[in-house]
């Protein structure tokens, strides 16, 4: 009788000892997957503007860019204003009262990363699409100005030749 109580304690010993090393091993297997969850990037890398030699990253929803910080203050004081911000650690105010620009520039949430400083445009409202498209303008401007210009130029000829035709 005594064997088989020492039998039948190690028959109920084993199924608690492997059900222990299931759940150790669901626990390891969960707190695998949450490590590569967490290793996963919060972030998608824009497929044209990701400038591998890029000095700032703008970040808007889940879409990231690369970029030059000097290209974009140089196309838009808006950006001048953001980057000196940075460089500054202040806000940017203006004489008198604050525009609603300098109001978004002071909403941005900027961070260092690895690399380079990144700024979360999320706060101005700006769309991925709007962006790139900006972006596109921005790189493309000398291909679409001689169309543009050609489209302005009829347009004004258009209205000087109406308003010849009018009295008043």
């Known amino acids: 009788m005594p064997e ?19 759940n150790d091993a669901d626990l390891e297997a969960s707190n695998k997957r949450l490590k590569s969850t967490l290793l996963q990037p919060a972030f998608t890398k824009h497929p044209r503007f990701w400038i591998p030699d890029g000095n700032i990253l ?14 974009l203050a140089s196309q838009s004081c ?8 940075r460089l500054d650690q202040q806000e940017v105010t203006q004489t008198g009262s604050q525009d609603s620009d300098s109001a978004d520039i ?26 790139e498209t900006l972006l596109v303008a921005m790189d493309d401007c000398m291909y679409v100005v001689p169309v543009l ?4 130029r009829t347009i004004f000829a258009a209205a000087i030749t109406t308003s010849r035709s009018q009295t008043f």
């Open 78 to 85: 808006w950006f001048e204003q953001l980057f000196k911000r």
């Open 106 to 131: 002071n909403d941005i949430r900027i961070e260092e990363a690895s690399e380079c400083t990144l700024y979360y445009l999320d706060s101005t409202g700006v769309l991925v699409k709007d962006f």
């Open 4 to 22: 088989q109580n020492s039998s039948s304690s190690s028959i109920i010993a084993t199924p608690s000892s492997s059900g222990k090393r299931k």
């Open 149 to 152: 210009s050609k489209i302005v």
């Open 58 to 71: 703008i970040q808007i929803g889940s879409t990231r860019f690369k970029l030059h910080c000097s290209r």
